[in-house]
């Protein structure tokens, strides 16, 4: 019984897993494909928070998440977030987000 207690537990404990990596989906937007409402796992490599979007979170080669308020994440932090909305600026995905998970 007791076993059984520690699977259910230990399943229950797992992080989500996203539908892209950072790289995935920076392929999968090139390929012209919808992410909305897909889950994208990053690592944060630079914070811009007073960009014309908002704060921005810099990640892959040309990825910006974007959201009027402050994440309260610091560069290096691995988040999760859902995406609402990505859009083609100027060479880079401008990306809207909701759900952001630490």
């Known amino acids: 019984m007791l076993s059984i207690l520690f699977a259910l537990t230990a399943c229950g404990s797992a992080a ?3 539908d892209y990596t950072e790289a995935k989906a ?3 937007l090139n390929a012209g494909k919808d992410l909305k409402g897909k889950t994208v796992q990053f690592k944060v490599k630079k914070i811009e928070p007073n ?6 979170l810099e990640a892959g080669k040309h990825l910006n998440f974007v959201s009027e308020e ?3 994440v610091k560069k290096g932090h691995t988040v999760i977030v859902k995406v609402k909305k990505a859009a083609s600026t100027l060479g880079s995905w401008v990306i809207t987000y909701t ?4």
């Open 99 to 102: 759900d952001l998970k630490k």
């Open 51 to 56: 960009s014309a979007f908002g704060f921005n």
């Open 70 to 72: 402050n994440p309260k």
């Open 16 to 18: 989500p897993k996203p």
């Open 26 to 28: 920076e392929s999968a």
